[in-house]
């Protein structure tokens, strides 16, 4: 997905969020249980809601199957084009049980929701997470303390668009939207983009113009804001290393043999990573791996 497109598909899902939100409360109401067998019509109360829906959306094939459990919904939206890639989406329609039990899990409640939701509100304007968690306990009345401060971002947010809250100083758009997916944790976002600007710059600019400054940036922010970014910091080094790591292999050469390794003033292993995967890539083209270098991130 360019990212063009997938700004243009976030745009679209932040300014229908509360229909969405309602349509998933309504369905939610559905006490679709199928692990108790009272509750079998519900559970195909929720699948023919669910399949409406589809309906809705404008898929021209909508069926329910009877299954020897829980009935099963089956959508399609063929593609005008034979070689368009095909997405498959599979998930549960039922609900688990709401009773609570010593040890197990308890069903949300709609204040669990909205707590929910104010703690990510506040992670997308770039409060810290521990700050933001405390903050909407407070709002909603537990645990009784005084309000928090609120530390105010460095950057304020565009018009229509959360900041990061990170100093992020001149950097490329995609540095920016890393950024503002790490600092609200959201790390089905970070894993995207940060495989779309591999895919689209290669791993040297992806690590030197997308990766290394968002770190630097995470580095800063954590040094002057003591241990309230640190969950920041430890989700986006996970999903950098990730990310390189899934650079296919060096394939087998009949040179000597390149020991990469961190030298004593060094506090991450990042940069050697970014270096492994783009000498990896370079050979694997047929170029000269010794052009892709990489400082390592400042202030970690």
């Given at each position: ?160 668009a959360a900041g990061s ?65 640190v969950e920041v910091e ?67």
């Amino acid at each position: 997905m360019s990212e063009t497109l997938d700004n243009a598909v976030r745009t679209y899902i932040e300014n229908h969020r509360a229909a969405f939100l309602d349509d998933l409360a309504e369905w939610l109401r559905i006490p679709s249980v199928s692990a108790q067998p009272e509750h079998g019509a519900d559970v195909l109360r929720s699948a023919e809601w669910l399949a409406a829906k589809l309906r809705e959306t404008g898929f021209p094939v909508v069926e329910i199957w009877p299954t020897d459990g829980a009935p099963a919904v089956f959508a399609s939206w063929p593609s005008d084009d034979a070689d368009a890639p095909t997405a498959l989406v599979y998930g549960h329609h039922d609900v688990q049980p709401a009773a609570r039990e010593d040890g197990r899990h308890r069903r949300w409640t709609p204040r669990d929701v909205a707590l929910l939701e104010e703690m990510c509100r506040l992670t997308g304007t770039g409060v810290p997470p521990g700050e933001a968690a405390r903050a909407a306990q407070h709002a909603f009345g537990h645990p009784a303390q005084a309000a928090p401060r609120l530390p105010v971002p460095a950057q304020a947010p565009r018009p229509g668009a959360a900041g990061s809250g990170l100093p992020l100083g001149t950097v490329r758009q995609e540095c920016r939207g890393l950024a503002r997916a790490a600092v609200r944790l959201d790390a089905p976002a970070v894993e995207a983009r940060l495989a779309l600007v591999v895919e689209r710059l290669g791993t040297a600019a992806a690590w030197e113009e997308v990766m290394a400054p968002a770190l630097r940036a995470v580095g800063r922010k954590w040094e002057t804001a003591g241990e309230r970014y640190v969950e920041v910091e430890h989700l986006l080094s996970w999903h950098v290393s990730s990310a390189l790591r899934r650079v296919p292999p060096a394939p087998a050469t009949t040179g000597p043999p390149v020991l990469l390794a961190c030298v004593p003033e060094e506090q991450h292993a990042l940069p050697v990573e970014a270096l492994a995967a783009g000498r990896a890539l370079a050979l694997g083209m047929g170029e000269d791996p010794d052009r892709h270098r990489s400082g390592a991130p400042e202030g970690r």
